[in-house]
């Protein structure tokens, strides 16, 4: 087993992070994406799509997107539980891990890859056809949709010390990353929203953070 | 239990087709998105980020992602399995659920809703904060990312009659829901893609496509 890995990019992060919570050690081969070599034929032979993480199975199986990866290692190895104990609780770290994607991680990588010069023509990630070039646009879309991200995320925190219940998850673990990754774009956390920064402030003081 | 639904929304058509395959009836409240009451203050009581589906369970839990929804009802009743049936299955499952989702729907998404002009100052499905408005490039970027979509699904289909092996999955219904979607913005099947033309129709014969 090894994993497909870009030691700069969010995605495979949220891959290093749930494995180093699980206690799992796997082989790593690490790919340039800011180099394009995700885009090379070494590696479009591993995933067309260009796309990182990609776990890749002793018998040759492929997995080529990270929850389907965390999910894959959630149920062969069900300790500790990051993705829900019970069905309801499986539903709501599923909503919850969505949310944080979609309002936190999508949006983080409109306002990057449409400003950073390296992905002029690499609008959408990866790869499959034509350049798609940058929509400039999409820097304040993304930078709208991220200020209502930090205040749900202020909201949710309200409930629980971790995003769902008392202990952390999948959904934690997004957010967190999503928090990481639009730093690079100088997009920090809000100074009033306090318990987002006590939440994070816990997250990353976890030892899984330097993974 | 009752289920948040829009009749005309590929969404919560999603979900609809999924409880129609596990033959699960549950009472649905109709709320209709062209019109903006996924906005007004009776929905957003339920979900404050205006989105639909949602699940209301008996107790008032709600789950508000298709995702988590069809995930709780595969874990209350797994027969039959649409969500894989074995650890590999399951994450192969969500690999190609996961494409269909960013390549087809959310690229279909992009085309539809920065050309309707019901929705010019929706570009981002929902609510939560100021208007976020349509960015016409987004149309030409949606159509680019949804023809690299039809060249996926000709060769994903090369492989097997479905889009995981040998059996109807969740990851056909997004892809399925996601061609019904832009048809509306006149997108079709490319007619070389002989194999997706069968593919489709085999999917749309099922009662569940009535859903």
Redesign the interface.
Known sequence: MKLYDCAMAPNPRRARIFLAEKGIEIPKVEVDILEGENLGPAFLAVN??GLLPVLE?DDG?R???V???C??FE??QPEPPLLGRT??E???V??MQ??MEFDGMVAGSEVFRNTHPQFAAR??PGG???A?PA?P??VD?GR??L??FF??LE?YLERSPYLVGDHYTMADITAQCAIDFVAWVDIKIPAANSRTQRWYESVAARPSAQA
Chains 1, 2 share one sequence.
């Open positions: 067309p799509r199975l199986t997995f080529d997107e929850m389907a990866i999910r894959y149920d062969i069905p309801v499986r539903a709501l599923e909503c969505r949310k609008s959408i499959g056809g034509e798609i929509i646009a999409l879309r709208q949709t200020a209502r205040g749900w909201r």
